[in-house]
């Protein structure tokens, strides 16, 4: 093996070829991760390596001397994590050359995420590049590699709607609160119960700068056990209706059989608010809001349909943009390739004189 | 410097106000988010381009040029723009470069294409006082703000509707949130009702010196949309008046005030010295 197109791999598995109860074996916890890494430094006829290690995947991005390399680093791996080689390599995917190269830059920019262009992924890789920075494992061919793959996947994103409007329930409830209130770190959100997906909701709101967070559950208890975890209040269950008013946004998420926040209530709350509009995102089956509370003004309501009918739509607009990024992803791959083929010397890969002092593994 | 005449660098403008309002229709259409930088820079060279004509105007007819409807349009919209220039990046409300741009486009396009409105141009209409001037000209500035007042609360009305409609996608994806539009507009009815109480005050200066000077009409119309805006910022202070309800006053006023502004003007009497003819 003496080209690059054979000497730069892939390897590993993601969400695409294992389901999630081989993933969770595959994965390298983060205490264990030195031992691993030991283990990388041992392997002769490794010159480079980048472990991208998260939820959904365990990909290596390396440079080998040998195909042999290669297989001593899935061997080390499955020995590590206590895997069968054989089941190993039913779900792992290798490739070589521009092939991984097009991987890195399709994953970096989102298209081969589970959710559809999540953005949360190029800070992992750039994590996974930094981390391997840190233990000097990366040399000119990965330098480039993953320094062109964060220029080029920033490139997609600015000329593709890939990441454009939410998918999540909760994340998209949070931006239509933004188109209400422009800023969340000034408004005061009521979670109405202590179901689980209003609590993702409650912490969808936190992570977008919301600070001020009351719950009330029919069981205080709750209420208190929820509002210590999120740093905030609880209230009382029979003062709902009397403090409806302080609050910009109520969620409502309790499994009562019945409305828990009437119309009637809604005009009363509004009274209190004046020009101050009022959200309320109903996440409850039954619904906890009475839907007439939509038709009043300066009053916005959102079902749990509603927002899972946005979070389609967006999903499908993303969608309808994979062609255009995978093209992109494309031509970026084929320029990363060439610049990095050119640079090894027209096929040969890099000696470990040549490489800016990456440490032998 | 080519001999072109005033409507000449004003029709420049409106190309350039006309620039700004398809950048920011097909950026829509791509489903994109038109780029500030380049509408603020077409923009800033249309009111450039506008402010000369305006100054060659205002060079042949010895004083603000504000004595026929063309030129109240033109100086209408190139308030809004002005104001438009100043607080766009203050207040970097997406979307409102791209409605200004419409808006200054059809009131300096109108006033262009009809012909009617520039046929005469009333020359040394202030005579020579320099405060008459400058009541005339804060109080067309004040047109401006309520131009952008009506564009603003336009958009809150969109927003509204997509919100309660939800309809979230094209154009309504790009639209300010309902509390950032609110704010603004509070900011705008204040600033309009200021700049339109302090033109009457410095006009009123004059007015009870001569008050034969002063046409009738004109003094009613202005002062009753002074006080119509008053009376809406009081109420909205209040509390009382709010969300669309404000909104939709606000732009129904400013089309009133337009519409005033023809009446206003074929009401004045004949000026001396008499006016001259304009030139094509």
């Known amino acids: 093996m003496t080209t690059l197109s054979a000497t730069l791999f892939l390897i590993g598995a993601n969400h695409r070829t294992a389901p999630i109860e081989v993933r969770e074996r595959l994965a390298l916890t983060s205490n264990r991760l030195p031992e691993f890494h030991a283990q990388l430094d041992a392997l002769k006829g490794l010159r480079e390596i980048t472990v991208l290690n998260t939820c959904n995947r365990v990909e290596f991005y390396g440079v080998a001397e040998s195909p042999d390399t290669v297989a001593q680093l899935q061997q080390a791996f499955c020995a590590f994590q206590g895997l069968e080689p054989e089941s190993f390599a039913a779900i792992c995917r290798q490739v070589h050359g521009r092939a991984a190269i097009e991987h890195l830059l399709s994953v970096a920019c989102g298209i081969d995420s589970q959710m559809l262009g999540e953005t949360e992924i190029l800070g992992q890789v750039k994590d996974a590049y930094a981390a391997a920075q840190g233990r000097r494992t990366t040399g000119p061919v990965l330098n480039r590699v993953f320094q062109k793959t964060f220029q080029y996947a920033k490139h997609v994103r600015t000329h593709t709607a890939i990441n454009e409007g939410q998918i999540s329930i909760a994340n998209v409830a949070v931006d239509l609160a933004l188109k209400i209130f422009g800023d969340l770190s000034s408004t005061r959100i009521l979670l109405l119960g202590s179901g689980d997906i209003g609590e993702k909701t409650a912490k969808a709101f936190q992570s977008r700068g ?33 403090k409806l008013g302080d609050y910009s946004i109520v969620v409502g998420s309790t499994s009562a ?86 640079q090894a010397g027209g096929g040969s890969p890099p000696t470990a004189t040549q490489v800016q002092e990456p440490r032998s593994i | 410097m080519p001999d072109f005449t005033d409507r000449t660098w004003l029709w420049f403008a409106t190309a350039c106000y006309l620039a ?21 820079g077409v923009l800033f060279i249309g009111f450039a381009l506008q402010t000369f004509g305006l100054y060659q105007r205002g060079l042949a007819v010895k004083g603000c040029p504000l004595g026929n409807t063309f030129e109240i349009f033109q100086f209408t919209a190139w308030s809004a723009i002005a104001l438009y220039l100043v607080i766009g990046p203050t207040f970097r409300l997406s979307l409102l470069g791209y409605f200004t741009s419409l808006l ?30 400058f009541h005339a000209a804060i109080a067309l500035f004040s047109y401006g703000v309520f131009a952008l007042l009506a564009l603003t609360s336009t958009m809150y009305l969109l927003q509204v509707f997509s919100l309660k409609r939800h309809h979230l996608r094209g154009l309504f994806s790009f639209l300010p949130s309902i509390h950032d539009l609110d704010h603004i507009n509070l900011r705008l009815l204040g600033a309009g009702v200021m700049l339109l109480g302090a033109s009457l005050a410095v006009g009123s200066a004059y007015w009870v010196q001569d008050t034969a000077t002063v046409n009738t009409a004109k ?57 001259v003819k304009a030139s094509r």
């Open chain 2, 219 to 275: 003094l009613i119309i202005t002062v009753a949309l002074w006080a119509a805006y008053a009376v809406v910022l009081g109420l909205r202070l209040k509390e009382l008046l709010i969300s669309k309800r404000l909104a939709w006053t606000c732009i129904i006023l400013f089309a009133a005030a337009l519409l005033s502004l023809d009446a206003v003007n074929s009401s004045r009497p004949p000026l001396s010295p008499t006016p």
């Open chain 1, 210 to 242: 919301a600070t001020s967070l009351t719950i009330a559950s029919r069981t205080l208890g709750h209420a208190m056990e929820l509002a210590t975890a999120f740093n905030g209040t609880a209230l009382p269950w029979e003062h709902v209706t009397e």
């Open chain 2, 104 to 133: 200054a486009a059809v009131l300096t396009s109108v006033s262009l294409a009809i012909p009617a409105w520039d046929a005469t141009r009333r020359v040394g209409i202030f005579g020579g006082n320099p405060w008459i001037e």
């Open chain 1, 257 to 342: 059989p019945d409305v828990v926040v009437t119309t009637a209530d809604v005009v009363a709350a509004m009274k209190k608010r004046r020009a101050e509009p009022l959200f309320f995102i109903d996440l409850a089956l039954p619904r906890d809001i009475d839907a007439g509370a939509a038709e009043l003004d300066n009053v916005f309501l959102y079902n749990l349909d509603d927002l899972a009918k946005i979070a389609e739509e967006n999903l499908a607009a993303r969608t309808a943009q994979v062609a255009h990024a995978r093209q992109i992803v494309g031509e970026k791959s084929e320029a990363i390739w060439k610049q990095v083929e050119s």
């Open chain 2, 20 to 40: 700004g309002f398809v950048i920011g229709s097909i950026a829509l259409l791509r489903e994109r988010r038109h780029s500030r930088a380049l509408m603020f």
